[in-house]
C-alpha cells in the first residue's frame, strides 16, 4: 500500500508526513534525483499481537503503509497549484492520493473550493494523458477500437470537469486503464491540517455532502500537534492525544480510512517462524490471498487451510481448532473474509 501526500506549496505536506511517519523534514533542497522521501508505517494490529503471543512467533510482520513526500520543483510547480507535472509519473504510481488542505491558524482555507481546486488539477493531468494517448492511437491508424472508445468516454467526463473515480467502468474498461495510473480515479482523501484544538471538530452538513459527490473523504490531522508527538515517550503521547479528544494517533486512524477507501481487509499466516499481516482487497479468493504470499504458491495451490481469527482466539491453538472442527478446507475460489488465517497447502 501506497499513499502520496500533494498540495500546494506550504500548505503542511512535510509536517503531515512528519506526524504520520515520524520523520522529521529534511534541511536543504531535495535534489533531481530524490524528488520523493519514503516513510514507512507499520499498521498497528492487536488481532497479529495476539497470533504472534500465542503462537510464540519469532518474527513479527504487520501490514505497511509506504508514504511519500514529494520533493516539488518550484520551477515546475505554479504559485498555488497542488502537483508538479514532473512528479506526475511518481504520482501516478501510488494507490491513494493525501490532499493536504490548510486549516491552521494564518491559513485558512474554505473546504470544498480547495478540495476542487486540487481535484481541477487531477482531471486536468487526466485528461492530458487520456488525450496524448488517443492521438496516439488515432496516428498509428489503429481501428477505432475498445481501447479508443473507452478513452474517448472518458475524455467526455473529465471535459464536464468530473473526477474519474465517479465514473463507472467495466471490468474490461478498467483493464485497458490499469496502466496509465490516472489521478482522479485514485482513492482521494482530504487531510484537514488544524490546530490541536479543532483536531475533532466535525464538518458541516454542507461541507461533507459536497466532498462525498466528489467521492472523497476526509480526515482531520492537527499535523504540526501530531509531529510534535514523536518527540515525547508513549504514555504522555497517549495522555495529549486524549486531551485533544483523540482516542488514537493521526497514522493508526489514517490506516482505518485507507481500509475503507481502498476497499481492503487483512488476513493473516501464523506459525513459530512467524506471525504475518496481509492486506487484501475485498472479496479477493484464496487463490489471490496465496499469490500475495508468493507467486510459487499462488501456481502451486491446492488447498487452503482456514480459520476464523475469532474460533482461533477463542481456542488458542491448531490442535483444539481442529479438534472443534472449526478448521476448513477451502478452494482457489474461496472469498477471503477479513481476520482469515490461513495456511496454504501447494505443490511445485
Ligand atoms: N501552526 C501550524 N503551522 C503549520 C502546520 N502545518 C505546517 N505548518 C507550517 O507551515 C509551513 C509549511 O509547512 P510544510 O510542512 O513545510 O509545507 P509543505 O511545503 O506543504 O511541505 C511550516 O513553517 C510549518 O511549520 C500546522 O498544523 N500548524
Ligand atoms: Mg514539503
Not at 513479527?60 to 513526500?69: A, C, I, M, N, Q
Not at 475533532?200 to 466528489?214: D, H, I, N, V, Y
Not at 488447498?303 to 482457489?332: H, I, N, Q, T
Request: glycine content about 6%.
Amino acid at each position: 500500500m501506497k499513499t502520496g501526500i500533494i498540495g500546494a506549496r506550504g500548505v503542511g505536506k512535510s509536517t503531515v508526513f512528519h506526524a504520520l511517519t515520524g520523520l522529521a523534514p529534511l534541511p536543504g533542497q531535495a535534489d533531481a534525483k530524490n524528488r520523493a522521501r519514503f516513510g514507512q508505517i507499520k499498521v498497528a494490529d492487536p488481532r497479529l499481537d495476539f497470533l504472534e503471543a500465542t503462537y510464540g512467533s519469532k518474527k513479527k510482520v504487520p501490514v505497511e503503509l509506504t508514504v511519500l513526500d514529494f520533493a516539488p520543483n518550484p520551477k515546475e510547480q505554479k504559485e498555488g497549484a497542488a502537483l508538479d507535472p514532473s512528479l506526475l509519473p511518481m504520482i501516478r504510481d501510488v494507490d491513494a492520493l493525501l490532499m493536504v488542505i490548510p486549516d491552521f491558524a494564518g491559513r485558512q482555507t474554505p473546504l470544498a473550493p480547495a478540495v476542487e481546486r486540487v481535484d481541477g488539477e487531477l482531471i486536468f493531468a487526466d485528461f492530458d494523458q487520456a488525450e496524448r494517448r488517443l492521438e496516439r492511437l488515432k496516428k498509428e491508424k489503429s481501428p477505432i477500437d475498445f481501447e479508443r472508445a473507452a478513452l474517448e468516454k472518458c475524455l467526455k467526463w473529465l471535459e464536464d470537469g468530473r473526477p474519474l473515480r465517479l465514473l463507472e467502468l467495466t471490468a474490461q474498461e478498467m483493464q485497458a486503464f490499469s496502466s496509465f495510473g490516472f489521478l482522479s480515479r485514485k482513492p482521494a482523501i482530504a487531510v484537514i491540517n488544524c490546530d490541536a484544538d479543532r483536531a475533532t471538530a466535525e464538518l458541516s452538513t454542507a461541507e461533507s455532502a459536497g466532498l462525498k459527490s466528489r467521492g472523497v473523504d476526509v480526515f482531520r490531522l492537527a499535523a504540526s500537534f501530531e509531529a510534535e508527538l514523536w518527540e515525547l515517550d508513549s504514555a504522555s503521547q497517549h495522555e495529549l492525544l486524549h486531551e485533544a479528544g483523540l482516542e488514537a494517533p493521526a497514522r493508526d486512524r489514517l490506516i482505518a480510512a485507507l481500509y475503507r477507501d481502498l476497499g481492503l481487509i487483512t488476513f493473516y499466516t501464523a506459525g513459530e517462524p512467524e506471525a504475518h499481516a496481509w492486506s487484501l482487497r475485498r472479496s479477493a479468493t484464496a487463490l489471490e490471498a496465496a499469490a500475495r504470499i508468493h507467486s510459487d504458491i499462488a501456481r502451486g495451490f491446492i488447498r487452503a487451510e482456514v480459520v476464523s481469527y475469532e474460533d482461533f482466539a477463542a481456542l488458542r491453538s491448531d490442535a483444539k481448532v481442529k479438534e472443534a472442527g472449526k478448521l476448513r478446507l477451502e478452494g482457489r475460489d474461496y472469498v477471503m473474509q477479513d481476520g482469515d488465517i490461513i495456511h496454504v497447502r501447494f505443490k511445485i
